[in-house]
């Protein structure tokens, strides 16, 4: 099962923040675990999963409306230029 890792910080308004922050997964360990609970739990998957040399990312819409990216870093960082 795909599990949150990390978070960066959420800074919107919610009518239920409770409820909604168990909406949350941001950075995960495995992308495609992660997207297929939100669908399983009702929400829409949005646009296509890109894959970068710093990491994989999905997006999902929460059930306020907002659009929420899910980030799966890569196993080794790219070394800094």
């Known amino acids: 099962m795909a599990k949150a890792i990390g978070v960066g910080g959420i800074f919107f308004k919610s009518k239920d923040p409770e409820k909604l922050g168990q ?4 950075m995960v360990d495995d992308l495609d675990g992660a997207l297929a609970q939100v669908r399983e739990g009702g929400a829409e998957i949005v646009g296509e999963v ?7 990312f999905g997006w999902f819409m929460d059930p306020e409306g907002n659009k929420v990216e899910l980030w799966q870093p890569p196993e080794t960082m790219p070394e800094d230029s």
């Open 23 to 26: 909406w949350y997964n941001l």
């Open 50 to 56: 890109q894959e970068e040399e710093y990491g994989r």
